[in-house]
T-cell receptor, first 115, second 115 residues
Framework: AQSVTQPDIHITVSEGASLELRCNYSYGATPYLFWYVQSPGQGLQLLLKYFSGDTLVQGIKGFEAEFKRSQSSFNLRKPSVHWSDAAEYFCAVGAGGTSYGKLTFGQGTILTVHP | DTGVSQDPRHKITKRGQNVTFRCDPISEHNRLYWYRQTLGQGPEFLTYFQNEAQLEKSRLLSDRFSAERPKGSFSTLEIQRTEQGDSAMYLC?????????????FGPGTRLLVL
C-alpha cells in the first residue's frame, strides 16, 4: 500500500526566507508525485507534479521540488517566501502504470509567514 | 477550462437527516474522484468513477454513503442518516488520463457540519 509522510506539521518562516517542506513516500513501483496547496476553507490547488524524466520539477508561484528515489523523498522548495504563501501544503502519491490515479495524501504542513 | 465546481459549499444538518452533494467536473474529464478531509488531516479517497461506472469504493464509504455519476457527467454523493462523525470537507476531483499520466484537479469542496 502506498503512504506519504510529511514530518513537519507546522513551519514558520520569515518573509523573504527560503523554504523547504519535506515529503517521504512509500510505494512499490514508480510513483507519481504531487504537491497541492490549500488555503483555509478552500479546495486544493496543484503546485507541481512529477511523472518521470528530470527529477527537478518547476511549478507555479516559484515553487520547485526534487524527486530523490534513493531517499524516497519529494521535497518542496522556494527560495524566497512571500506572505501570500501562508497556507497548508499537501504531498500526494499516485499509482503509476496502468492503474487509476487514486491519490494518497500526507497529513499536511501548515506554513506560517512572519512579516 | 472552467474548473471543477461543487454545490453546496456549506451544509449544516441535524443528525439523522439525509444530504446530497453535487460535483461538476471539468468538461471532457472522464474520471471523477470523491475524497473526504477531516480537520488536521489530508484528504482520504472515497470512490472513483470512470465515465458512468463506479470502479472502486473505499472501506471508508459505509452503507450510508452512495455516489452516482449518471451519463458520465456530474456526480452526486448522498449520505443517509447522517452522524456527527460525517462532519468533514467533501472534495471532488476530475481528471483525464493522457498516456500513463494523470493529474487531478480539485473543486472548492463542500463543508458538512452535522449537529
Amino acid at each position: 500500500a502506498q503512504s506519504v509522510t510529511q514530518p513537519d506539521i507546522h513551519i514558520t518562516v520569515s518573509e523573504g526566507a527560503s523554504l523547504e517542506l519535506r515529503c517521504n513516500y512509500s510505494y512499490g513501483a514508480t510513483p507519481y508525485l504531487f504537491w497541492y496547496v490549500q488555503s483555509p476553507g478552500q479546495g486544493l490547488q496543484l503546485l507541481l507534479k512529477y511523472f518521470s524524466g528530470d527529477t527537478l520539477v518547476q511549478g507555479i508561484k516559484g515553487f520547485e521540488a526534487e524527486f530523490k528515489r534513493s531517499q524516497s523523498s519529494f521535497n518542496l522548495r522556494k527560495p524566497s517566501v512571500h506572505w501570500s504563501d501562508a497556507a497548508e501544503y499537501f504531498c500526494a502519491v499516485g499509482a503509476g502504470g496502468t492503474s487509476y490515479g487514486k491519490l494518497t495524501f500526507g497529513q499536511g504542513t501548515i506554513l506560517t509567514v512572519h512579516p | 477550462d472552467t474548473g471543477v465546481s461543487q454545490d453546496p459549499r456549506h451544509k449544516i444538518t441535524k443528525r439523522g437527516q439525509n444530504v446530497t452533494f453535487r460535483c461538476d467536473p471539468i468538461s471532457e474529464h472522464n474520471r471523477l474522484y470523491w475524497y473526504r478531509q477531516t480537520l488536521g488531516q489530508g484528504p482520504e479517497f472515497l470512490t472513483y468513477f470512470q465515465n458512468e461506472a463506479q470502479l472502486e469504493k473505499s472501506r471508508l464509504l459505509s452503507d450510508r454513503f452512495s455516489a452516482e455519476r449518471p451519463k458520465g457527467s456530474f456526480s452526486t454523493l448522498e449520505i443517509q442518516r447522517t452522524e456527527q462523525g460525517d462532519s468533514a470537507m467533501y472534495l471532488c476531483a476530475s481528471s483525464r488520463r493522457q498516456g500513463y499520466q494523470e493529474t487531478q484537479y480539485f473543486g472548492p469542496g463542500t463543508r458538512l457540519l452535522v449537529l
